[in-house]
């Protein structure tokens, strides 16, 4: 009866060690999507008022007074330098006031809320004047993607077919050596980065050119995450879920830009967005599909440094494993214990926990 109260005892920690990760995992979810995205509002948003004239310089005076930290303000000559900047991607909008007729220009193709945030602020300056605001849209998304939002979701795609991916090599491949799961987890790469291209090109249209260089910035960040993840199993284990839903989704997707870019979001996960993987993948293809390139080295930089991140934590985790392994004595031909069916229940569920990824 005592053993039966102690194995019972026993049954229920190790439960309740288990429903500690989903528990961490909530929290760190609430924290970081309600934390980056439940109160959007201007943050350095960076817009020109277009005159050289002294109204115009006093205008934009008078908004960044008003509008403090929530406005970034300076003027431009003309016209066509504020388009420059919009398709350089150095400015969200630009207001060119005019009595009877001012304009507003944006680039929905950088960001769709963003563009809305800017129409909202010039809005009520066209409305003080008592004229109607014409808003014209400089660079716009391909027609497949209306909201501007689906490099994003295909980014959530991508992740979710990597760091699942981590979790399986890492509970059925356990037994293999590092080298030869990391090729399996380069291989999955290749495959998640080719169907993230078809989903994106033929199947859902959301870009109509530079195709192969999506599929180059989706296998470069899907490479980097199998491979940190890889690594990082060898020392985690069972943990290495949480690790990788605390990188590549808590951290990841809300500072990616996909939703808010960082001048709608606080400034912490605006730092994070400057050199993020999952920023560098999104903030990469904007860049070289709607901008001209601009901006896209210093996002592609980052997506290279992740995957060479991830090299070196398969380089010090094979290193880890080539030590274990020669400090393990040679068994022979003895006899290996029995363990218990209890036992074997237990392990059955560690491994099982590692796959429980949820989206």
Aim: with cysteine; glycine share 12%.
């Amino acid at each position: 009866m005592g053993s039966t109260r102690a194995e019972a005892a026993a049954g229920v920690r190790h439960l309740l060690g288990h429903l500690l990760m989903p528990l961490l995992m909530c929290v760190g979810m609430g924290l970081a999507y309600l934390g980056g995205f439940h109160h959007p509002e201007p943050n350095g948003l960076r817009v020109v008022v277009v005159g050289d004239q002294a109204a115009t310089k006093v205008l934009a005076q008078t908004l960044k007074d008003t509008a403090g930290d929530a406005l970034d303000v300076r003027t431009v000559p003309d016209r066509t330098a504020a388009v420059r900047e919009l398709r350089a991607d150095t400015i969200s909008g630009a207001y060119v006031p005019d009595r009877r007729h001012p304009e507003l220009l944006v680039a929905s193709a950088a960001s769709g809320t963003t563009a809305d945030a800017v129409k909202q602020v010039f809005g009520t300056v066209a409305l003080r004047q008592g004229a109607p605001l014409t808003v014209t849209d400089v660079v716009t998304p391909a027609r497949g993607d209306p909201t501007g939002q689906g490099l994003f979701f295909l980014l959530v795609a991508i992740s979710i077919g990597s760091y699942t991916g981590v979790a399986a090599i890492g509970a059925a491949g356990a037994r293999l050596r590092i080298g030869l799961r990391a090729a399996f987890g380069l291989g999955l790469s290749l495959v998640v980065s080719l169907l993230g291209a078809l989903f994106a090109g033929p199947v859902f249209h959301l870009v109509d050119h530079d195709l192969p260089a999506l599929w180059a910035l989706g296998w470069l960040y899907s490479a980097g995450v199998l491979a940190i993840g890889i690594g990082l199993h060898t020392f985690l284990k069972r943990w290495t879920t949480l690790a990788l839903m605390v990188l590549f989704v808590m951290l990841n997707f809300t500072t990616a830009g996909g939703v808010f870019r960082p001048e709608l979001q606080p400034r912490f996960f605006g730092a994070l967005h400057s050199f993020w993987n999952g920023a560098g993948f999104v903030e990469g293809l904007r860049a070289l599909l709607y901008f001209d390139g601009h901006g896209a080295g210093g996002r592609i930089l980052a997506l290279v440094l992740w995957f060479v991140a991830g090299l070196a934590v398969l380089g010090v985790a094979a290193v880890a494993e080539h030590r274990r392994a020669s400090r393990t004595p040679e068994v022979g031909f003895r006899a290996v214990p029995e363990r218990s069916a209890g036992s074997d229940r237990a392990a059955a569920e560690d491994e099982e926990i590692e796959e429980a990824v949820p989206a």
